[in-house]
């Protein structure tokens, strides 16, 4: 696969997340959402009653006309894209399958049960070949964007993406996946290693495709003891971050900012802020003072509104998020976003009232210190 680079692309126009995740300073707070392109949106929803989940995310024309729609609907006010895809597309790069069920979510039809399924998976993943649409979307996104924003890619952490191999789909327990730990500790490391290269081919593909950020979603962290997420969790993070630097490095491509978002991992902030990720995301759960506290600077951090703060009246919006600005800071280390994803139901307008309340408030706080 060629290399691409910034030569290739448009030149970039609004650099604000790149530098925050840098630790360099701010004019304001950079902002984006997760899952900012999505059901919330009735642009989106006229694409998707027209075409199935996946194959949205398997036609890069698709998926970068969904990438764009949030760009396009809040010009000014979002400082990042993230590439319409889904973290489940790793798996399906393994050979299973995955099926997303309206209303319910994703549905695995033949989950992992025993070590012994695991010869069931393909012995060797090309990642160029079995994921080349995700690519091919990044390079045809970050050219339409024409440099307005930067633009993400991402990939699921492999806890993650191993509970939902196992459970085969969403679980509230996570019983069955959390069982391997205990029953079959050997192939639990022998999937989430498995799990772990392809991720860092996968990351590595999307930055020579075009993508300026990398985010790793390890979203069912909090399901685990601290104890648990040392061993089967923290040490996969940590080499997936090493590797893909070392790797872009070794091949001469440009070296991108690591996002890493545990939700639920406060126990490991520390951990976190010394994995090897230039940003650290947090639910809404913590409080940014205490994050501060534990990440002392090491990293920037990313967050963490409650997404239903979004179904507030705007000056409700407005006043929680001076106070969670005045808490992390304006002036760099500091990126905002949600503590989690957008829902299905909430309003646009509810987020433009964020956005704008984020923009406003860090502008004039920036201005009068």
Known sequence: MTILTDADF??????????????EPTERVPIWVMRQAGRYLPEYMEVSRKHPFFEVCRTPELATKVTLQPIDRYPGLLDASIIF??????????GMEVQMLPGKGPHFPSPLNTPADLELLEKEVDVY???????????MTRKALDGRVPLFGFSGAPWTLMAYMIEGGGSKTYAKAKTWFYQYPEATHQLLQRLTDVIVDYLVGQVKAGAQMLQLFESWAGELTPDDFKTFSLPYLSQIARRVKTELESIGA????????????????EELSESGYDVVSLDWTIDPLVAKAKTQG??????????????????????VTRTMLEKFGTKGR???NLGHGMLPTH???GLKAYLQAVKDISLEMNQTE
Do not use: W
């Open 254 to 269: 440009n070296t991108v900012p690591m996002f890493v978002f545990a939700k639920g991992a406060h126990f490991a902030l």
């Open 347 to 349: 309003t646009p307008e």
């Open 85 to 94: 895809s889904d973290i489940l597309v790793v798996p399906q790069a393994l």
């Open 10 to 23: 448009p030149p970039l126009k609004n650099d604000l997340i790149l530098r925050a995740a840098r630790g």
């Open 334 to 336: 500091y990126i905002a």
């Open 298 to 319: 090491r990293v920037t951090l990313q967050g963490n509104l409650d997404p239903c703060m979004l179904f507030a009246p705007e000056e409700s919006i407005r006043q």
């Open 129 to 139: 070949k079995s994921l080349g649409y995700v690519y091919d979307a990044i390079t």
